[in-house]
Every structure is written in structure tokens, then in C-alpha cells.
């Protein structure tokens, strides 16, 4: 019997078997803790660029899709159109955001030649230039080659715009437009001098230089 309790006693010495008493704390290692404190602040920091990344780009892409002035549209009438700031365009005989109105252009334009609108097809009532450049009314007539030279200034006005940063109303952003201007100059038999176009008011939107990316 001895020699069996020897023998038990080395194969537990051998073996380092140490029961562990049931009240002793077990605690993890100071090193793990900080390695999980610093991984939890390091994604936090990386969550945190990443968040602020997102809202630069998010707001640098609305900046860029924000016509200046805040206004895309003047409404459906003179009244609406002054009261947010909108200006009235001889051009296009069009009531346009301000970033999209091209004052510059709009005063070549009145130079180029003694406009003249009338009430009637006939040319018996003319409408005084002060009058028009109100806006009020809802149409006028004027004679055909009023036209055509808005055509070319409608398309001076598109190059301008892109040249600038791009904001047109919609009215030349629409190729139909342009297609329509085309066909103008080809059209046989309409004389100059003839009362031979009528012009309507009109309110586009102002639009985004993405319409031409």
C-alpha cells in the first residue's frame, strides 16, 4: 500500500495539478482590458471620421445643387415672380431666378434694335416698351424677326451660362427648344417684316448644370 501512495503522489507531482479553491477571484489580465479599451476607441474614432466624411460630402453635394438664391421658380404669376425676387426676361419673355436671369445679356438684347410689341396681329396697338417690360401680360405679337434674334440670343445665353457655372432655366435646357430655333431659320416664305410670332409669358424653373453631365 505504501508503494502505491508513493506512486499516486509523483504522477500528481509530475502532472502540476493544483485544484483551484472555490472562492478564489479569478480576474482577467490588466493587459487584456486595455487592449479592449483601445480597440472600442480606436472604431469609435474610425466610426467618427467616417460620420463626419459623410455629412462633408452629403452637404457639399447639396451646395452644389442649390441654386444660388434659394429660388427655382418664380411662381405662376407677376406677383408671385416680384415677391421672391424673380426678374423678368425680353429674351425668352420669361420671369427667371436671379441666377438665372443674364442682366447683361438682356440689355445687349434691348440694344440691338427698336423693339416693338403690338395687341394685335394687325399691328394697329402697340404695347409701350415700359409696359412690357413688366411682365403682366400674358402674350404679345411681335414681328418674326424678334424671333429669330431670340433665338441666337437664347443660344449666346446657354454658352454663357455653361461658361459660368452652368444654372439656365429651363426653358433652354430643354433641346426641343433648340430643335425649334433650328428649324426657324430654314422655314421658306415668312417675310421679316411680318407680324407673324406671338410671345407668351412664361415660368421656367431654374436648372442645374447636371442637366448637361
Known amino acids: 500500500m505504501a508503494n502505491i501512495a508513493q506512486i499516486l503522489q509523483q504522477w500528481r507531482h509530475q502532472i502540476r495539478y493544483q485544484p483551484v479553491a472555490e472562492d478564489k477571484d479569478v480576474r482577467p ?5 486595455a487592449s479592449v479599451v483601445l480597440l472600442t476607441t480606436v ?5 467618427s471620421a467616417a460620420l463626419s466624411i459623410t455629412v462633408y460630402l452629403t452637404l457639399t453635394t447639396l451646395k452644389t445643387d442649390l441654386v444660388p438664391g434659394g429660388v427655382t421658380h418664380c411662381g405662376n404669376s407677376s406677383t408671385t415672380a416680384i415677391a421672391r425676387g424673380c426678374k423678368f426676361d425680353i429674351i425668352s419673355f420669361s420671369w427667371l431666378p436671379p441666377a438665372c436671369y443674364d442682366a447683361d445679356l438682356v440689355a445687349e438684347f434691348e440694344q440691338y434694335r427698336n423693339w416693338t410689341w403690338y395687341e394685335d396681329v394687325q399691328g394697329k ?12 401680360r400674358e402674350s404679345v405679337h411681335v414681328y418674326w424677326d424678334y424671333h429669330l434674334v431670340h433665338c441666337t440670343f437664347m443660344w449666346k445665353k446657354m454658352h454663357r451660362a455653361l461658361a459660368r457655372g452652368g444654372w439656365v432655366d429651363s426653358l433652354i435646357a430643354d433641346y426641343e427648344h433648340t430643335r425649334h430655333c433650328g428649324d426657324m431659320f430654314f422655314m421658306p416664305g415668312i417675310p421679316e417684316g411680318d407680324l407673324h410670332a406671338t410671345i407668351y409669358t412664361k415660368y421656367p ?6 442637366v448637361f453631365t
Open 43 to 47: 472604431v469609435a474614432v474610425l466610426c
Open 125 to 136: 396697338r402697340p404695347v409701350p416698351k415700359s409696359e412690357v417690360v413688366r411682365g403682366e
Open 29 to 33: 489580465s490588466r493587459y487584456s482590458t
Open 205 to 210: 424653373y431654374c436648372t442645374s448644370k447636371k
